[in-house]
């Protein structure tokens, strides 16, 4: 009976954040997105957007919460309700993104401010992508609970529970070893020297 009762809580929390929201309680507003938006990131990103279009369709979702507020009738289905919305605002965004061709000189065109160096972008660039590459080489369950990790502080165990399917106490071991096994990948391609 005892782990039920962190799931009522929970539950009852957002409900009363939601409605504290709706009350215009600007704090209750901001522990909601700060709660949900790592869960709502990985959703994005699992669509196969990139980190700038995984913003746009969580910041759309959240703007489509905000227009949605007063008609929400059961606060504690807001988790389920976003997650739902946000999937649908990433299947949008990658159909638009496929349907459009762009320009040959857009793809490389130069991002670069005057401050950066170009070969420190270039070697961070790189690293980032050969980052994602191991962390797309990994089993799903790991993908998926390290893409909410990476974009979050500290991430709420119960909510990646709920979001991933997983017991609340496995999080951190499972964790643990998808972190090793990436670190793994990382020095076998590099040689070690990944760092």
Known sequence: MKSDGPKLS?????????ESARAG????????????????WHVARAQGLDRELSADVVQTTWLRF??????????????AWLVTVTRREAWKERRR?????????????????????????????????????????????????????AFADRPCYREVSQALGMPQGSIGPVRGRCLAHLRQLLETENEGEWR
């Open 10 to 18: 929970r539950h009852q929390r957002m409900a009363e954040l939601v």
């Open 25 to 40: 309680d600007r704090a209750a507003l901001d522990e909601l997105i700060v709660t949900l938006t790592p869960v709502l």
């Open 66 to 79: 905000l227009r949605s507020l007063a008609g929400i009738h059961n606060p504690a289905a807001l988790t």
């Open 97 to 149: 993104q496929l349907s459009e061709l762009s320009e040959p000189g857009d793809f490389f065109e130069q991002r670069l401010t005057p401050a950066e160096c170009a070969d420190t972008a270039v070697f961070d660039h790189d690293r980032r992508d050969r980052l994602w590459a191991a962390v797309g080489r990994l089993n799903p369950r790991c993908r998926q609970l390290l893409r909410i990790v």
